[in-house]
C-alpha cells in the first residue's frame, strides 16, 4: 500500500519515473524497506521520516508528534497518504524544482548529511522498478472505478 500511494499520488501530480523512483527509495530508507518491525513508521504514518513543520497547512495532516532517536521531534500522520501528500507539499515549500530534482543540492535541503542522497540512491533497483509499473498498472482501472463512483453521487 506505501508504495502504491507514493506511484499514484507523485505520478498524478506530475512527477518523472526517476523522481518518483526517488521517493520510493527514499520512502524504503526512512522505513527500513517497510518493514513494520524495525521503526515506528507504521504506527506514526510517517513514509519519510518527516519532522515536525512549522508550516500550518501542513500540520493538519498531522495527528501528533514524538521523539524521535536523533533528537528531534518526528511527524506522526493521520494517514500514510497524508504522509505521501505532506512529502510532496515539502518539496513546493523548499523551492526543489523539476530540473534538478532529487541532484545533491536538494538533497542536502532534506538531510544534511553528504551520504544521504548516495545512500537512497542506491536502493533504487529492479524490485523499485516493479513496484512502480504495477503501481502504475493499476492507475487506469482505479480512475475508471473513480469515475463511476462519482458519476453516481453526482
Known sequence: LAQWLIVVVATLKGYRKN??????A??????????????????????FGMSEMQNEQ???RL???RLGPDGLMRAQFKTLLGSVLDR???????????????GKNASKLYHPSPDYYPQVDSR???DLERAYWFSLSTL????????KWLSKIF
Open 19 to 24: 523522481e518518483v523512483l526517488f521517493l520510493l
Open 26 to 47: 527514499q520512502s524504503a530508507h526512512e522505513t527500513g524497506n517497510w518493514d513494520r518491525n524495525v521503526s515506528q513508521w507504521w504506527e506514526d504514518r510517517n513514509l
Open 58 to 60: 501542513r500540520r493538519r
Open 63 to 65: 495527528r501528533g508528534v
Open 88 to 102: 510532496l507539499d515539502w518539496d513546493a515549500q523548499m523551492g526543489v524544482g523539476r530540473g534538478d530534482y532529487y
Open 124 to 126: 533504487i533497483g529492479s
Open 140 to 147: 487506469p482501472l482505479i480512475l475508471i472505478l473513480l469515475t
